[in-house]
């Protein structure tokens, strides 16, 4: 179509004079142009069907040597489209030796694909679309997983790409919970040529989902989506909930908080706290937060109260996932409690309580429980 032309004074050999050209700025998914980065050649690559309404378009050239630092400068190239707006559909008559020059191998440069965790293996994933009228089987395809900017995995053994039909495939089934998200990158390299790669230019970033990519390469982003497959668990994990409460405690008194953690995403992972199996109405919890109160009087003769509390993700749902803890509730009368003053800040005391109160029950042979910390104010003496 036209040919552009820069000039570098500078030694060739060493690549400080060595031109290299590039256009600036194209839509890469849907490239109208290109040009040989050697001798500056701007040809098509695709109809102007888009472009029907406009009477010439821009193309910004940039040259630049492969010195170090390498020197660049830029052209507008004003195209005229002439004739008649194109409105039937063209065949893709491209002729093949035309057709083995630069074009570009993907119809798209990126792509996105959604899978639930837990498939079937193996599973097709995605067929890459490649340039019309160019045969797979010319290529030598490479399939690796981008881990983070410099490190490349081989694909196998999760993925593989088909290279008859250019079609990716889990070979795997996927667990969310260990990986919810896979970023490959496809390459085609000819067989029986020598690569055209004659010098790798760094063009202008102009859309980062393919950023790093070179022209025969293309990125596909898997992304594992949730299945509900992991019920709450709780902090307990399976030990009953153990809690003390002051006879004289009145209502609202915090008598503990119960904790469950899900794995999963979202609604999947959104807990709902519920009691079961609680007949004195004398304990209530929050739903959200799992904070158990005190809703009534406690009764002279009771000592210990038992019951169940339910987690149930996906907002506590008929369909939801749920587990169950036991808690216990012991009632102490407040001429059995202990006030025991420890030095240390609190927080350093918190962190080691357990430890503590386990050392006690040992030494008297008695079970020994916190019913309250709080900073110690004052001196040594019983307070
Ligand atoms: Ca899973
Ligand atoms: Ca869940
Ligand atoms: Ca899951």
């Known amino acids: 179509m036209k040919q552009v032309n820069a000039i570098d004074k500078d030694y060739v050999g060493n690549g400080n004079g060595l031109v290299l050209y590039s256009i600036l700025h194209q839509d890469i998914h849907n490239p109208i142009f290109q040009i ?59 002729d093949p030796p035309n057709e ?31 340039t019309n009228g160019l045969n797979p089987e010319v290529f030598r395809w490479s399939l690796v997983i981008e881990e983070n900017d410099e490190e490349n995995f081989d694909a196998q053994p999760v993925f593989e790409l088909d290279p008859k039909t250019t079609t990716l495939f889990a070979l795997k089934s996927f667990d969310r919970e ?115 109160r005190l809703i009534g009087i406690i009764p002279m003769d009771q000592r210990v109260y038992g019951f169940d509390v339910k987690a149930t993700d996906r907002g506590g749902a008929d369909d939801g996932r749920s587990s169950i803890a036991n808690v216990f509730v012991y009632i102490i009368d407040e001429a059995r409690q202990v006030r025991i003053v420890v030095a240390g800040k609190p927080v350093e005391v918190e962190q080691r309580i357990d430890a503590l109160m386990q050392v006690l029950s040992e030494a008297i042979q008695m079970d020994v429980r916190v019913r309250l910390l709080e900073p110690h104010v004052g001196g040594l003496e019983p307070a």
């Open 100 to 130: 083995q020059r630069n074009v570009s191998i993907f119809q798209h440069q990126y792509h996105e694909v959604q899978v639930l965790e837990n498939n079937i293996a193996p599973l097709q994933l995605i067929k890459i679309n490649i």
């Open 178 to 292: 260990l990986k919810s998200r896979y970023q490959l990158r496809v390459r085609a390299d000819r067989l029986n040529r020598e690569p055209r790669n004659y010098a790798r230019i760094s063009y202008p970033v102009t859309d980062e989902r393919v950023d790093g990519l070179d022209p025969n390469e293309c990125r596909i982003i898997v992304n594992i989506q949730d299945e509900n497959d992991n019920e709450p668990r709780f902090k307990s994990a399976g030990q009953a909930i153990i809690a003390v409460v002051p006879r004289t405690a009145t209502f609202g008194y915090p008598v503990t908080i119960v904790m469950a953690f899900d794995a999963d995403d979202g609604l999947n992972a959104e807990i709902r706290y519920r009691l079961l199996n609680e007949p004195s109405r004398l304990f209530g919890i929050d739903e959200l937060t799992g904070k158990i």
């Open 36 to 94: 040989d980065s050697r001798d500056g050649t701007i040809t098509t690559v695709a109809s102007f069907r888009s472009y029907n309404d406009y009477e010439h378009l821009n193309v910004t050239v940039v040259a630049s040597d492969l010195g170090s630092p390498a020197h660049s400068s830029t052209a507008v190239v004003l195209i005229n489209l002439q004739g008649q707006a194109v409105t039937e559909p063209t065949t893709d008559d491209i």
